[in-house]
């Protein structure tokens, strides 16, 4: 069945799709996303960059799992159109939930996303859909 999808504006930055009956709650700059009575939950945040060089996906990523010590990690290959530099995995932590993380880097942009859900059935469709539909406002 396809559900009823809203564009959202998390910043002026960028733009993302996610169906019309979707939950939201900001913390600072994380925004969570879920649907009532499913446990999947989308969580985004990002950094505008001014000047410099900016750090590749997989710099971000590679340091990310060094950082939470993260073991087993599966790559996953997104598609996100007009994004130039996407990295993300999938990965079980020692609770028992799957996550999926991914950054997407644009020159002046970067947007981290992760996915969770307990257990370790993949997250629903709707987060990956909407992972997959970031936009940089520009594009």
């Known amino acids: 069945m396809l559900m009823r999808q809203k564009t959202v ?9 996610i169906p019309a009956d979707v939950e939201e709650d900001v913390d600072g700059n994380v925004i969570s996303y ?6 999947t939950v989308l969580q985004i945040s990002s950094y505008r960059r001014e000047s410099g060089a900016q750090a590749s996906a997989q710099q971000r990523l590679l340091a990310r799992i060094h950082r939470e010590d ?16 996407v990295a993300a995995i999938r990965y079980i932590d020692n609770d028992e939930v799957t996550w999926i993380i991914a950054y997407c880097v644009w020159a002046d942009l970067t947007v981290f996303a992760s996915i969770s859900r307990p257990g370790t059935e993949s997250p629903s469709a709707w987060a990956h ?3 997959q ?4 406002s520009s594009n």
């Open 34 to 39: 879920w649907i009532p009575g499913d446990d």
């Open 9 to 17: 504006h998390p910043t002026p930055s960028y733009l993302l799709q």
């Open 133 to 136: 539909s970031i936009r940089h």
């Open 70 to 85: 993260i073991e087993g990690a599966q790559t996953l290959t997104l598609d996100i159109p007009n994004c130039p530099d």
């Open 129 to 131: 859909d909407s992972l």
